[in-house]
């Protein structure tokens, strides 16, 4: 299992809210925006934190972004509808599927299988649950069926899933990088005695 201190937990707390106010409401990325965190950020949240107030204080935070970002842009009946309380199990999917990861963890290659599919996992729930409850119950469209929601997952699904998995992908490069670091460090200081 992975066990952060507490300082690194709110430091890396902190990195998380940053990049979500950065990048939220950025569904492509360009030269001047970041493709969207959200989902990764619950996903990565999840694995290094343990607390369940960091789940809270980044739904907060997403809804705080959302609800400025809208009121901004005067187009509150577009994003925030009925099923926007859907957001809730929506990311707490990705966040227990970091849990889940964080509790089977340990410093191997072999790790990447169960990351792999824990994101596919974490995340095909994310998307039929944030997805479907959109389609479903926000009034937008008119006569909703099941093969236009599969037509419409399997349209919009990947691109949801690309932005997670450059996040997770690079997550996984830092977290390398700083276990190589580690283990140098290790080295070096049994070197030295």
Known sequence: MLNLSSRAQLVLGLGLALLMAASRGHHFASLDNLPSASWALFFIAGFYLR??????????????????????????????????????????????????????????????????????????????????????????????????????????????????AFYIGLTTLLHGAWLSAAKLRHSHQTEIL
């Open 51 to 164: 607390s369940r107030w960091a789940f809270a204080g980044l739904m907060a935070e997403a809804v705080a972004l959302d609800l400025s970002v809208v009121g901004l842009s005067g187009a509150a009946d577009l994003c925030i509808t009925a099923s926007y309380p859907m957001l809730l199990p929506a990311y707490g999917a990705l966040w227990l599927g970091g849990q889940w990861l964080a509790k089977r963890y340990r410093a191997q290659w072999s790790m990447l299988v169960p990351l792999i599919l824990s994101v596919l996992l974490a995340s095909t729930l994310c998307q039929l649950i944030s997805s479907g409850s959109y389609y479903y119950f926000s009034g937008r469209f008119a006569d909703p069926t099941l093969a236009e929601f599969a037509q419409r997952m399997l349209r919009y699904g990947p691109l949801s899933l690309q932005s997670m």
